[in-house]
């Protein structure tokens, strides 16, 4: 996403930092993916939307996920992907090595 954000509309935060100025608390903030649109706080599959709506290229895929039942869809998608994260983070681990 970095890489497609030319326009540096994204403003990315390591809530594993100490110094990070977290809204939210930081094992809340971890567990889930968030965004900052405006003064709103998005999480799972919203703040996805929110990011995509950023990046000029994504952001008829960030516009279609407004409709309800689409982001619905999404967080149902995203729910899934949470509970193998865990598995596909030891991959990238092993492979890194």
């Known amino acids: 996403m970095r890489r497609l954000d030319r326009r540096g509309n994204i403003q990315f935060i390591d809530a ?3 110094t990070a100025d ?9 567990n889930r993916f968030h965004a900052r649109e ?5 999480s799972g599959a ?3 939307a929110a990011m995509w709506r950023a990046i000029p290229v994504l952001r008829p895929l960030g516009e279609i996920a407004r409709f309800p039942l ?3 869809a999404l967080e149902f998608l995203y729910g899934h992907f ?3 994260r865990p598995v596909l983070q030891s991959l ?3 492979i890194e090595r």
Do not use: H, M, W
């Open 16 to 18: 594993t930092s100490e």
């Open 22 to 30: 977290c809204p939210l608390d930081r094992r809340e903030l971890l």
């Open 38 to 42: 405006g003064n709103q706080i998005y």
């Open 46 to 48: 919203a703040a996805f």
């Open 70 to 72: 689409i982001l619905r």
């Open 82 to 84: 949470l509970k193998v």
């Open 92 to 94: 990238v681990r092993k």
